[in-house]
């Protein structure tokens, strides 16, 4: 099993800046590929980034590209998205998940976090 909790959330203004953090606890965090997800209100749960167990490969939605940026520490069992240039259309609740194989299927993810509000407001 793995646990991830999810944090840095929050109202930030157009334009502004977020980081969030995922904090893995029980086997092996550098086992696994992490990936964020995040839903908007009615709509369904969708990819923005995930990157590989070293972090050597990273991926993005086309949405966030060159916005949104991926990251990880193992040594922490931790992982990171940093947000900047935020929109209203970024609103909604972020999930951190992990897997074996990463990417921007859902399904290849076995654990989830409860997830994060970020709200940007115009």
């Known amino acids: 099993q793995v646990q991830l909790v999810e944090s840095g959330g929050g109202l930030v203004q157009v334009g502004g800046s977020l980081r969030l953090s995922c904090a893995a606890s029980?086997?092996?965090?550098?086992?696994?590929?992490m990936g964020w997800f995040r839903q908007a209100p009615g709509k369904e749960r969708e990819f923005v980034a995930s990157?590989?167990?070293?972090?050597?490969?990273?991926y993005y939605a086309d949405s966030v590209k060159g916005r949104f940026t991926i990251s990880r520490d193992n040594a922490k069992n931790t992982v990171y998205l940093q947000m900047n240039s935020l929109k209203p259309e970024d609103t909604a609740v972020y999930y951190c998940?992990?897997?074996?194989?990463?990417?921007?299927?859902?399904?290849?993810?076995?654990?989830w976090g409860q997830g994060t509000q970020v709200t940007v407001s115009s």
């Open positions: 029980g086997r092996t965090f550098s086992d696994y590929a």
């Open positions: 990157i590989s167990w070293s972090g050597a490969r990273t």
């Open positions: 998940a992990a897997g074996l194989s990463g990417g921007r299927d859902m399904a290849s993810y076995f654990y």
